[in-house]
């Protein structure tokens, strides 16, 4: 008995193998277009498995691409009289249809739909039919009967979708929010099919639709889901302000965390909105009872202040961190705030031995080792900050050994690299960012080939590698924020070695610190320069992107970023700034983004 078992069960493996790998090289002879070969496998699968509907449904399929619509026809109804199958309707008109009967294929079409009412199990497979071969109207029609047949199971979700390849962006949405109101956990799916519709201008059609279908679901039936997609409707639309609206509404409405409103504030001072974040952060301040939600608030709303604060202003912001730390203590629940403090005596005020000092005591505390090298990391920072390369080297170093391949070590080595770049030593340097260049954090690693390719690129230009190690000074200048020194030094680059390859990279750089000092002719007229000069660079779809926001932002020339987002769209398909800069472009067309 167990015998025959065994036989039989390695019998029916091998078959089910056969079949596997028989269907795999018609499926491989299917897309290559060799129709005739795919066909007789399938003749002989289906031998094996008359009732198999995919092996029928490929067979119809094969004979149509051979233009073989009575074989195809006869495969069909052989099927329906076996099994009156509904499905099969819709595939013999869609044959009638390829035959040009188009009279004799709608009214197949007709007998399919009017079936529904009788056999409502057959709605999803009729209506995904009739959507296999692009009939649309006629799946919407299905899935509006399966709507009030079978209301338990919603097919709004497929409407949506066939709405939106259609064009019908209202019906879309339309459908989108009836199928959250019966599936709120599919809450996020939803954004995310939405988002490719919607863009950062309020006045985009599709925004609009959208808004005017909330408010309305809001004022008929007020439920928090319908709060949350208005409010990520605004933040796609950079309203952080509104968003905070409907944050707070839903805050009221279930005053349990504050997490939602405290990532809504980040994700402003990360976009510099800093107005909204610092209401957000202060609102935060006014409601929350947990004292390391007040203390994030707090430091949040000094680093905003510490931006563009004069010296009066850095006095007064110093005087606020001591106070808070009267208040709360110097303890572990202070411990991002002290590091918050360290670094803002260090780089704000320039009291680098007081920041040592204060950050030495924070040492002290009985915190872990992961926080221990937080402060080191700073610690080192700051050695850097007065040019003791060797000593902020050992804490790096130390890092590195107390804390193997953590992403923190990994942020330490970075910082050996950089340290030793400042210093002139690229050799060690380069050694260093190659280990980086796998490194788990794509952060870590993009940084670290950036830095490469400066090193590897520029250091044989000449024996005594002058201009990369001004160029290296004028980096650290940049770190220790002595922005104007830098740009100073990088003038001199291209004063005294103008023409060598380290020209674009310089140009860039001091763009980029022009845009910090808020000089944006200034940086204009240097991604300008790289685009005229150095077109065929590595940095060229950089320039073109920049430009193109500083005319977009800050400038008011939106017809000239257009035209710069379209050179990145039409001739650096391969950019980083790709999707970017044809969202931006589309905007800026004033395109319904789709």
Not at 245 to 260: F, H
Not at 285 to 301: G, M, P
Not at 331 to 336: A, E, F, K, M, V
Not at 402 to 410: D, F, G, P, V
């Amino acid at each position: 008995m167990l015998q025959r078992l065994f036989i039989f069960l390695f019998i029916s493996f091998n078959l089910y193998s056969f079949s596997q790998t028989s269907q795999a090289q018609a499926d491989s002879y299917y897309k290559k277009g060799e129709f005739k070969k795919a066909l007789i496998i399938y003749e002989n699968l289906i031998k094996e498995k008359p009732y198999n509907y995919n092996y029928i449904y490929k067979l119809v399929d094969i004979h149509q691409q051979l233009e073989q619509y009575n074989e195809a026809q006869n495969i069909i109804t052989a099927q329906l009289k076996r099994n009156p199958n509904p499905v099969m309707l819709v595939v013999l008109g869609y044959n009638s249809q390829l035959k040009d009967s188009i009279e004799s294929a709608n009214k197949l079409y007709e007998e399919a739909i009017t079936l529904v009412d009788d056999k409502p199990n057959y709605i999803y497979t009729i209506a995904k039919k009739f959507e296999d071969y692009s009939l649309l109207d006629q799946a919407i029609r299905v899935y509006e009967k399966g709507k009030i047949l079978t209301p338990e199971r919603d097919y709004s979700i497929q409407l949506a979708r066939i709405y939106g390849d259609q064009g019908d962006i209202e019906k879309m949405f339309e459908n989108y929010i009836e199928y959250v109101d019966f599936k709120p956990n599919y809450l996020n799916d939803i954004k995310r099919a939405i988002s490719e519709f919607i863009s950062e201008n309020n006045e985009n059609e599709s925004n609009i639709y959208l808004r005017r279908l909330l408010l309305k679901k809001i004022q008929q039936e007020p439920k928090p889901f319908w709060y949350d997609m208005l409010s990520w409707l605004y933040v796609q639309e950079k309203a952080y302000n509104k968003s905070f609206i409907q944050e707070k509404a839903l805050y009221k409405r279930n005053p349990e965390s504050l997490d939602r409103i405290i990532e809504l504030a980040e994700t402003a001072r990360k976009d510099n909105d800093d107005d909204t974040a610092k209401t957000i952060f202060n609102y935060v301040l006014e409601t929350t009872q947990d004292q390391t939600t007040a203390l994030t608030a707090h430091q949040y709303i000094l680093e905003i202040d510490t931006k563009d604060a004069d010296e009066k202003g850095l006095k007064q912001i110093d005087e606020t961190y001591n106070n808070l730390f009267e208040e709360y203590g110097k303890s572990l629940l202070t411990i991002p705030l002290q590091l918050a403090y360290g670094k803002f005596l260090a780089f704000d005020l320039k009291d680098t031995a007081k920041a040592t000092s204060f950050l030495k005591e924070s040492l002290k505390l009985p915190i872990s080792v992961y926080r221990q090298a937080k402060i080191k990391l700073l610690l080192a920072d700051i050695l850097v900050l007065e040019e003791k390369f060797n000593e902020a080297l050992i804490f790096y170093s130390q890092i590195q050994a107390e804390l193997k391949n953590s992403t923190i070590a990994q942020e330490a080595r970075f910082k050996v690299a950089k340290t030793s770049y400042y210093k002139g030593d690229f050799d060690w340097a380069e050694s260093q960012l190659k280990i980086l260049k796998s490194s788990t954090s794509q952060l870590i690693a993009n940084d670290a080939l950036d830095l490469k390719l400066l090193i590897t690129d520029n250091k044989f230009e000449d024996t005594l590698q002058t201009s990369l190690k001004l160029y290296a000074k004028a980096d650290l200048y940049a770190f220790q924020n002595r922005t104007d020194d830098a740009i100073s030094l990088l003038d001199k680059i291209l004063e005294e070695h103008k023409g060598e390859s380290i020209t674009d990279q310089t140009l860039y750089q001091q763009a980029k610190l022009y845009e910090k000092k808020k000089k944006y002719i200034n940086a204009e007229a240097n991604y300008q320069e790289i685009i005229t000069d150095y077109r065929d660079g590595i940095l060229a779809d950089d320039a073109y992107y920049y430009l193109a926001e500083l005319y977009n932002t800050h400038l008011a020339k939106p017809e000239e970023a257009k035209a710069l987002y379209e050179k990145i769209i039409f001739e650096h398909q391969d950019s980083i700034y790709f999707i970017e800069a044809r969202r931006k472009f589309r905007m800026l067309r004033g395109d319904s983004i789709n």
